[in-house]
């Protein structure tokens, strides 16, 4: 008699239950691992990504999934050089699979080229293990390998290497640093075909062209002012805005576009800091501030009530919108001038990797369903 009692008044709860219960949908992801030969010869490619990262962040955050942007994770790995170690293949994880792109900047500046040996099928191999890669199959998994010298050398195969890759549904884009003929000869091109990826060639010594516009310099002065809207906090706040003011200097360093491309990238959904930026942090959840303890708070903040800091972060989170706002705007009136003049140059057509990894992203990404806007 009590079971019988029971039975709906369970059925009830899990009725009631599952009309207030719902599962939060994971937001799709772009997933690029990008395999960087760092021997004697790859100065050129390792400049061209300091120089193109956030030209390449940039084409990303225009992608969208149900009208959603994806999240970006990006994986790093060096490989043939002498100053690595030969019991591991002369290969190195940089770093894992990360949405700080503040991180990859400081980690692509600290790259040093040095003699080596190239195993191109060994640093597949690893990254498919080492890596978290995403097992939902509408997520856009891709290794981007670089280098100039044979796809064939080293003891693990490239072909298995390559069918490892299309067993996890991740895609292999090669990308030759040098003549198109020479790279088919060296199996750049057959990997790429075994993988379902592109095989490309670039010019790894071509520098970009600074076209400068009317809209420079106010894009100037707003990244300098959207700098003053992040507030660290907890331990590594002060040294992560120090990091993220280092990165300014190192895209700087390598000319006026890479420093304007890292701006607009600073404008887009995909660079978020929520774990050192409390204006981030609170954006994405309100409710931190009352987590905090004082001592995990700025100096500035200290002693503050409660009310006056969600005040303060309002306000910093309004201004950095509408900052962010003025960016995207004259970004793309900067866009429109640039490819005018651009037109009217009589410019060579030989590729960066830029040029290389924007193209293979956008043709693979329609058949996962990713748009771009």
Sequence with gaps: MKLKILLPVFLLIIATGTQSFTIKKQKAKIQIALLLDTSNSMDGLINQAKSQLWK?????????????????????????????????????????????????????????????????????????????????????????????EPFNQGEVDYRKSCQKAVNKDITVNTIFCGDYKEGIRTFWKDGADLANGKYMNIDSDKKEVYIASPYDKKLTQLNKQLNDTYIGYGSAGKKMKARQEMQDKNAMSMGQQAYLNRAVSKSSKMYSNSSWDLVDAYKNNPDIVNDLTDKQLPEELQGKSKSEIKTLLDKKLKERTAIQEQINILNVKRDKYVTKKRKEMATDNNKALDDAMIEAVKEQAVQKNFKFK
């Design 56 to 148: 390449i962040v940039n084409e990303m955050a225009k992608s969208e999934v149900n009208g959603e942007t994806p999240t970006l994770e990006i994986a790093l790995y060096e490989y043939g050089n002498d100053q690595l170690s030969m019991r591991e293949g002369y290969i190195r994880q940089v770093t894992t699979f990360t949405t700080d792109l503040d991180k990859i900047s400081e980690k692509l500046f600290a790259l040093k080229t040095d003699g080596g040996s190239e195993f191109c099928g060994q640093v597949i191999d690893v990254s498919l293990k080492q890596l978290a890669w995403s097992e939902s199959d509408t997520d856009l998994k891709m290794i981007f390998i670089a280098g100039n």
